[in-house]
T-cell receptor, first 115, second 110 residues
Framework: EPEVTQTPSHQVTQMGQEVILRCVPISNHLYFYWYRQILGQKVEFLVSFYNNEISEKSEIFDDQFSVERPDGSNFTLKIRSTKLEDSAMYFC?????????????FGNGTRLTVT | GQQLNQSPQSMFIQEGEDVSMNCTSSSIFNTWLWYKQDPGEGPVLLIALYKAGELTSNGRLTAQFGITRKDSFLNISASIPSDVGIYFCAGHNYGQNFVFGPGTRLSVLP
C-alpha cells in the first residue's frame, strides 16, 4: 500500500538554527498537510497546501515556518530559527482530494529535538 | 473553533476484554475517522465513516457514525497486547480541515 514517507526520522538541532523536514506524499494525492505533536499531547494542525500554495494555516504556523513543494514529489517544512518549544514530532499527511470520502494518511513523523 | 472530546482519556484492560471508547463534538461532521498511534510512529487510519448511522467493521474493530453526526464510537473486541496505543478520532467536513480529538490511551494487561 502506498505510504507517506518522511525524512529524517530524528533531527537534533541547536536553538536558532534552521531545519528542513522532508516528506514524500502518496503519489496521486493532491492535498498536503503538516501536523505537530508535542510529547504526550494531541495532534495539532499546522498548515495545508494545495495547488502549490497554502490553503490554510494555524496560529502556530508563524513567520518562522514555511512550506514548499520544490519538485513533483517532495513537500518540505522549514523552520527558520528554531526555538526550544519547537521540539515535537512533526507529521506530514496527504489526501487525494478534499472531498468527504478521502481520509488523511500520515507519515511516521520526524522527531525534532531543539537543544 | 471546532473541538472534539474523547473518553475515556485512558484505560487499562485485561487481555481478551472488549473495549469501547467514544468521541463527541459540539458541531456536525460529515466524516468521522479513527486512527491508532503506536509510540514513535505516525497515526494509522483504522476506520473511516462517511454516513450518519453507518456501522463499519475492520477485523476486531467496529466503529459507528452517530445519527446526530456529532459523535462516534470505536469498539475493540477480544483485545490483544498489540492493541496498546493511542486512539484518535478525527472529524472532517468538505473543504475544511481535519479536527483531531485528544486521544484515548489504551493499555492491555496480560
Amino acid at each position: 500500500e502506498p505510504e507517506v514517507t518522511q525524512t529524517p526520522s530524528h533531527q537534533v538541532t541547536q536553538m536558532g538554527q534552521e531545519v528542513i523536514l522532508r516528506c514524500v506524499p502518496i503519489s496521486n494525492h493532491l492535498y498536503f498537510y503538516w501536523y505537530r505533536q508535542i510529547l504526550g499531547q494531541k495532534v495539532e494542525f499546522l498548515v495545508s497546501f494545495y495547488n502549490n500554495e497554502i490553503s490554510e494555516k494555524s496560529e502556530i504556523f508563524d513567520d518562522q515556518f514555511s512550506v514548499e513543494r520544490p519538485d513533483g514529489s517532495n513537500f518540505t517544512l522549514k523552520i527558520r530559527s528554531t526555538k526550544l518549544e519547537d521540539s515535537a514530532m512533526y507529521f506530514c499527511a496527504s489526501t487525494q482530494e478534499s472531498s468527504y470520502n478521502s481520509p488523511l494518511h500520515f507519515g511516521n513523523g520526524t522527531r525534532l529535538t531543539v537543544t | 473553533g471546532q473541538q472534539l472530546n474523547q473518553s475515556p482519556q485512558s484505560m487499562f484492560i485485561q487481555e481478551g476484554e472488549d473495549v469501547s471508547m467514544n468521541c463527541t463534538s459540539s458541531s456536525i461532521f460529515n466524516t468521522w475517522l479513527w486512527y491508532k498511534q503506536d509510540p514513535g510512529e505516525g497515526p494509522v487510519l483504522l476506520i473511516a465513516l462517511y454516513k450518519a448511522g453507518e456501522l463499519t467493521s475492520n477485523g476486531r474493530l467496529t466503529a459507528q457514525f452517530g445519527i446526530t453526526r456529532k459523535d462516534s464510537f470505536l469498539n475493540i473486541s477480544a483485545s490483544i497486547p498489540s492493541d496498546v496505543g493511542i486512539y484518535f478520532c478525527a472529524g472532517h467536513n468538505y473543504g475544511q480541515n481535519f479536527v483531531f480529538g485528544p486521544g484515548t490511551r489504551l493499555s492491555v494487561l496480560p
